[in-house]
């Protein structure tokens, strides 16, 4: 007998995890569009070269591969099955042509490149769709999830990173967030970090891969990680402990409502006292870090002036992993979630890999599973949706002969803006009683022969269990469902 479980790493949503989900995702649709974004839809499947090599060598890992069809499959698994085929990864990748979608990052890209004639100098979009990565699940991890995506494109200024930070903070605020802190670091200093540990420039983005997972594998982990990626041992354990001072450096993290007496300018550069003094200092003679100092500065002062400020730490131990951020990077954490709740940054390189021109861009993507997960475990969904029902009201049948006045009257109903729900089928009304009950339905309207006779309809309170007679005409006003 067939598994009725959904395939591992996959979820089955109930009409209950549907509403909830309905209820952060309308949140965060009106948020991005008071923020002047607009919507964007691309395919779940994409042409596999368009995904290939965006993502590191790990992200192509996860990537779903979908085989080619008919012939075609054949005649690429007898290729690959060849003698001449010594190239056994090469030969599996043949094998594929398509892809499920791994992020909406790259699909944006590919769309901006297509179409950059027609859209906007600055296009704002956000989207909100699936993604699929052939991961190890885990709490809150799937292998198929929602990304929410909102990203910036055609400028290099920094207020760009501003107002997406802002935009994600409003949200969580929204949502009844108090407890998040938007973490942020810039990949000029993780390079710079990298580059005086004598690691070379084609390494970095495998390096930041494995660094990303500090907080998950632990030091060991990460230093016997970059080993494998042929990185000495010794240059391995001075990178983390080029991390472990600047964590000492940061250990208490600066946030921006104090930003304004900390800044000291050296000539016509701005420099955070303590913080980022320190970090200079830690940085001589490594221009990129100092110029992602610099860009932190220029978005820490803005940020002053927005609500979401107050939540706002500058963490130069932060490293994402994905390998097509070129500047600032950012990430969301609460306390009670391991991973985090969204993160983004600039990757001003990646529209140019589908065409001549390249084209600045920036972005922030939120996690609808883990944000649920942690409302869900902290009880932060309104009562109205919580304990959300699916109509306003239940039309029963009496008997065979009443079935058209109920279809009638459930109708009237929803002519009036109310949610109806009818009972299928003539049944004792005890019965129709206990399924409303269940399904937490607030009114029951009974209509049997007498009610048809009279012009009325009894109408049953079902949290008080009070009921009255209302005549028909008027029954609408008195389903009360603020």
């Known amino acids: 007998m067939a598994s009725t479980n959904p395939a591992r790493g996959m979820r089955d949503f109930l009409p209950a995890d549907i509403r909830k989900r309905n209820y952060v995702i309308g949140i965060i649709k009106e948020v991005y569009e008071s923020y002047g974004f607009e919507p964007l839809e691309t395919p779940a499947v994409e042409n596999i070269e368009t995904l290939t090599g965006k993502y590191g060598e790990e992200g192509n890992q996860l990537i779903y591969k979908i085989l080619k069809r008919g012939d075609k499959l054949a005649e690429s698994a007898k290729l ?112 710079g970090i990298l580059r005086m540990r004598g690691v070379d420039e084609t390494r970095f983005a495998e390096a930041l891969t494995s660094i990303d997972k500090l907080d998950k594998i632990g030091e060991k982990g990460v230093i016997d990680e970059l080993v494998t990626k042929g990185i000495a041992k010794s240059t391995a354990t001075e990178i983390l402990e080029s991390f472990r001072i600047m964590h000492t450096i940061y250990a208490t993290m600066i946030t921006s409502d104090k930003l304004h007496n900390l800044v000291w300018w050296m000539g016509d550069k701005p420099f955070l006292v303590g913080v ?81 021109e390249q084209i600045p861009a920036c972005g922030f993507s939120l996690g609808l599973e883990r944000i649920l997960v942690v409302m869900e475990e902290r009880g932060m969904f309104p009562p109205e949706i919580a304990e959300s029902t699916p109509a306003d009201v239940m039309v029963t049948i009496w008997n065979g002969e009443t079935i058209d006045e109920s279809l009638t009257l459930a109708n009237e109903l929803r002519k009036q803006g109310l949610r109806v729900t009818l009972y299928p089928e003539p049944d004792k009304l005890g019965k129709q009683m206990k399924y409303a009950d269940s399904i937490k339905v607030p009114y029951v309207c009974v209509l049997g022969e007498s009610e048809i006779a009279d012009g009325t309809v009894t109408l049953k309170n079902m949290k008080s269990g009070e009921q009255e007679t209302v005549v028909r005409s008027e029954i609408g006003g008195k389903i009360n469902v603020a």
């Open 80 to 191: 690959a099955e060849s003698p001449e085929s010594d190239d056994s990864a090469n030969s599996v990748n043949s094998l594929a042509d398509l892809a499920l979608r791994y992020d909406l990052t790259v699909p944006l890209a590919r769309v901006v490149a297509n179409n950059k004639n027609d859209l906007p100098k600055f296009f704002k979009r956000y989207q909100i769709q699936p993604v699929w990565r052939a991961d190890r699940p885990a709490k809150g991890r799937f292998r198929e999830f929602y990304q929410c995506d909102v990203d910036s494109i055609g400028s290099r200024s920094m207020l760009v990173e501003v107002e997406l930070i802002s935009a994600v903070g409003d949200i969580l605020t929204k949502l009844g967030f108090d407890d998040f802190i938007i973490r942020v670091n810039h990949r000029g200093i993780l390079g």
């Open 276 to 356: 980022l003094k320190n970090a200079r200092e830690e940085f001589i003679g490594s221009p990129e870090a100092l110029e992602g100092i610099d860009h932190l500065l220029e978005i820490a002062r803005p940020l002053d002036s927005v609500d979401v400020g107050k939540h706002i730490k500058f963490d130069f131990t932060l490293a994402r992993g994905l390998s097509y951020y070129t500047g600032t990077i950012m990430e969301i954490n609460v306390p009670d979630l391991a991973g985090s709740l969204g993160g983004g940054g600039r990757y001003d390189g990646l529209i140019g890999m589908f065409g001549k």
